[in-house]
């Protein structure tokens, strides 16, 4: 019943910004925890931003502080990712996933997952 779609990537030069949106169903986010991974080609899946259910604090991974800024809308069911200045090497696919109870970054740790959004950063 949970279910997690994303939206919002494309191909955008080095410097441009992108907006990921994950909308969610089944669940409310009052109560999950959300994050945004991403996997590219020959690199194992990695956690770029969670947000905790219980007072929305966040995470970042040191690749993307200062760049990226995860949000979500309780009321809309919908978390977004803000990814500025983007780099080449932020292109990756970037799934919304989501899970209750505490955050990890381990990939292994989240139960449901969206069908990922291809992001691509190039010239």
């Known amino acids: 019943q949970v279910q997690l779609v994303e939206s919002g990537g494309g191909l955008v030069q080095p410097g441009g910004s992108l907006r990921l949106s994950c909308a969610a169903s089944g669940f409310t986010l009052d109560y999950y925890a959300i994050g945004w991974f991403r996997q590219a080609p020959g690199k194992e899946r990695e956690a770029v931003s969670c947000?905790?259910?219980?007072?929305?604090?966040?995470y970042y991974a040191d690749s993307v502080k200062g760049r990226f800024t995860i949000s979500k809308n309780n009321a809309e069911n919908t978390v977004y990712l803000q990814m500025n200045s983007l780099k080449p090497e932020d292109t990756a696919v970037y799934y919304c996933?989501?899970?209750?109870?505490?955050?990890?970054?381990?990939?292994?740790?989240?139960?449901?997952w969206g069908q990922g959004t291809q992001v691509t950063v190039s010239s």
């Open positions: 947000i905790s259910s219980s007072d929305s604090s966040t």
């Open positions: 996933a989501t899970s209750p109870g505490l955050v990890t970054i381990d990939p292994m740790d989240w139960d449901y």
